[in-house]
């Protein structure tokens, strides 16, 4: 089997974009629900927004100066002076254990926007959306 290909989430269509949000939805017990202009809005302030193009999965992260408050990520903004935050994988329920998750985090991490930074990774792991990620986040970070 061919390894997925993620895009850039800005570059797909009103049609993705709803089946992208509708995911996200789907998952708002981990992440949040958004509304249409929430999601355009998230999408065009996060430093990577990708998915894969079946709408499947996707990834969007925050850079340390981003507009973005959520309480996780203001603590980092207290405490770190260069980061990338990892705001959230989501991976439809019927695609979990493809991997899905490990290479949306290596196509962000490989990619030239980012890597002519010394920024780090971070994500919190304390708050009780996350908890229900764990063992995604124990591989990822083993």
Not at 57 to 78: D, G, M, V
Request: net charge neutral; with cysteine; charged share 20%.
């Amino acid at each position: 089997m061919e390894a997925p290909c993620f895009e850039e989430i800005a570059a797909h269509g009103e049609e993705s974009q709803s089946a992208l949000r509708d995911l996200n939805n789907a998952n708002a017990r981990e992440t949040s629900f958004l509304t249409e202009t929430d999601w355009a809005g998230l999408v065009a302030e996060a430093f990577a927004a990708i998915c894969v193009s079946d709408a499947a999965a996707f990834l969007i992260t925050f850079q340390q100066n981003a507009n973005y408050h959520s309480p996780n990520f203001k603590w980092f903004q207290e405490r770190r002076n260069r980061f990338v935050y990892v705001d959230r994988i989501v991976v439809d329920d019927s695609q979990r254990g493809r991997g899905l998750g490990r290479i949306s985090i290596a196509s962000c991490s490989t990619g030239p926007a980012l890597w002519d930074t010394t920024a780090s990774f971070v994500r919190s792991i304390s708050s009780p959306r996350t908890r229900a990620q764990m063992p995604f986040i124990r591989k990822w970070v083993s």
